[in-house]
Each structure stands twice: as C-alpha cells, then as structure tokens.
C-alpha cells in the first residue's frame, strides 16, 4: 500500500490553521468528507474514535509528525489525508516539539495488516529530515504528492 495512491490533491491541506489536537482532526475530518471520502453522517462517530486513539497516547511521534489514526466498522477501505501547519501544533508528541506534518489514517475494522503497514511506512518515510522539510516546503497538493510518491520509490 503507497501512501502517494492514498492521497489525491483534495486531501492535502498546506496552511492547516489549527490551535490544537481536537482542531487538527476536526479539519482534517472535513476535508475528507469535502472529498467524498467519508460520509458526514459518521464523522461523530470517527471524530471519537480518534480521539480515544489519541486518549491511549499521543499519535506525535515527534520530529515535527503526527499521524492520528483509528479503525472504524463504518469504513469500507482505508482513506487518508495529509496536512501541513506551518506553525505547529502542540499535538503532545513525544518529543514535545509542535507538530508541523500531519498523516491522518482511517481504516475499516477488519484492515488492522493493512492499516499497520500503511502506518509503518509513514513511520519509514518521515525519518528523513530532508523529506520532512520537502513537505513542508511543497508548493501545492500535487508537489506534495509527487515529493511522497519520490520516496517511496527510494524506499521500494
């Protein structure tokens, strides 16, 4: 699973303008419902299970990432987003630092391979300062992807 084939343009926000954990999700949550990627009717339901993730400990793994994630039984694959806050966010990462890239994963209940793979591959891609500063430094959602699908070929 590529996380590049995941994310299309209109699941990519650059200028994420979020105060703190709860904004991040309720935006990143919208966009994908924008998208057509979730239905609004389950975004209560999502919104909480990402939060009780979150309630188990801080999905900021540090270096400036955050990859908030949950299953849900009303999903039928699995959907992501990314997002850049230029300013950070105090996410409670591990390292205490602001979370600056955020990956938001959304899996049904019985893709728990699926989902871990794809969260260990954003765990491998975002080791490299080099590819962290090229994300926040892409100049749209198409850039940004193409930085993604770049790495992943590295990575392959």
Do not use: W, Y
């Not at 602001?98 to 591959?121: Q, S, T, Y």
């Amino acid at each position: 699973m590529k996380i590049s084939e995941l994310l299309k343009p209109e699941v990519v926000i650059l200028n994420l303008e979020a105060k703190n954990k709860e904004e991040v999700i309720e935006k990143m949550l919208e966009i994908l419902i924008k998208a057509r990627k979730l239905d609004k009717k389950n975004k209560t339901k999502l919104r909480k299970a990402l939060l009780a993730r979150e309630a188990l400990g801080s999905t900021g793994i540090g270096q400036g990432v955050g990859i908030p994630h949950a299953k849900d039984d009303s999903l039928k694959k699995m959907v992501a987003c990314c997002a850049i806050s230029p300013q950070g966010v105090d996410f409670d990462a591990l390292d205490g630092e602001p979370v600056h890239i955020f990956f938001m994963l959304l899996a049904p209940k019985n893709a728990a391979g699926e989902h871990l793979k794809a969260l260990a591959r954003i765990s491998r891609l975002v080791k490299d300062r080099f590819f962290r500063s090229s994300l926040l430094h892409s100049k749209s959602p198409k850039n940004l992807i193409e930085t993604i699908k770049r790495e992943e070929e590295k990575i392959d």
